[in-house]
């Protein structure tokens, strides 16, 4: 069982906006602004998408938006293409326990662009 | 441009010690804008972070909960390199591993090893 909560499956028309959510604890994602999201395709790394909750890396298209409230953060596909057909992953850092810091995962949703 | 390069072997016998490398070409594992770490993925398990090393003035490791009596994770500044130690595995140990650099603060995983598939089983 991961440590963040992710919808298992999402889905949407090419053109439409999809929503993920990522919900945690006041000890992860409410706690930090460092929500990451992640596009994994079939047989690869995962890519970073979305960096400290809102944050576009080099190369990433702004189509890809997050967001974070409470406990809750999203990530959001604007204008769906069919290259968006991937699993989608949360991660945020999790505090520090017993002197040592540490990292968590969500479950991971697969999007389906229809 | 960072690229990581993964290497270690693919099947591992159950109670030995599972060990893999990752190579760093365009930064340096010596950075202190860096943190170098291990994470893996498996069915039953999802992502889980194991652990990272970094220097900032001296080397540091963080290891997660669930592994940190059986993990190491060691620089090798004269290859431009680190490395995965984990003793005792298991069949739940099965899982594809991935390297991956950490922007220091951002606490997002920006570059990743192309990830490497290993089997606990006699």
């Known amino acids: 069982q991961s440590a963040l909560t992710q919808p298992p499956s999402a889905s949407g028309s090419p053109g439409q906006s999809v929503t993920i959510s990522c919900t945690g604890t006041?000890?992860?994602?409410?706690?930090?602004?460092?929500v990451s999201w992640y596009q994994q395709h079939p047989g690869k790394a995962p890519k970073l998408i979305i960096s400290e909750v809102s944050k576009w890396p080099s190369g990433v298209p702004d189509r890809f938006s997050g967001s974070k409230s409470g406990n809750t953060a999203s990530l959001t596909v604007s204008g769906l293409q069919a290259e968006d057909e991937a699993d989608y992953y949360c991660?945020?850092?999790?505090?520090?326990?017993?002197?040592?810091?540490?990292?968590?995962f969500g479950g991971g949703t697969k999007l389906t662009v229809l | 441009q960072v690229q990581l390069q993964q290497s270690g072997p693919g099947l591992v016998k159950p109670s030995q010690t599972l060990s893999l490398t990752c190579a760093i070409s365009?930064?340096?594992?010596?950075?202190?804008?860096?943190?170098w770490n291990w994470i893996r993925q498996s069915p039953s398990r999802g992502l889980e972070w194991l652990g990272r090393t970094y220097y900032r003035s001296k080397w540091n490791n963080d290891y997660a909960i669930s592994v940190k009596s059986r993990i190491t994770i060691n620089p090798d500044t004269s290859k431009n390199q680190f490395s995965l130690q984990l003793k005792s595995v298991t069949p739940e140990d099965t899982a594809v591993y991935f390297c991956?650099?950490?922007?220091?603060?951002?606490?997002?995983?920006?570059?990743w090893g192309q990830g490497t598939l290993v089997t606990v089983s006699s």
């Open positions: 006041s000890s992860d994602v409410g706690g930090y602004n460092s």
């Open positions: 365009g930064d340096s594992v010596s950075s202190n804008s860096a943190a």
């Open positions: 991956a650099r950490e922007e220091a603060g951002s606490g997002s995983f920006e570059y």
């Open positions: 991660g945020s850092y999790a505090g520090s326990h017993a002197g040592s810091h540490s990292w968590v």
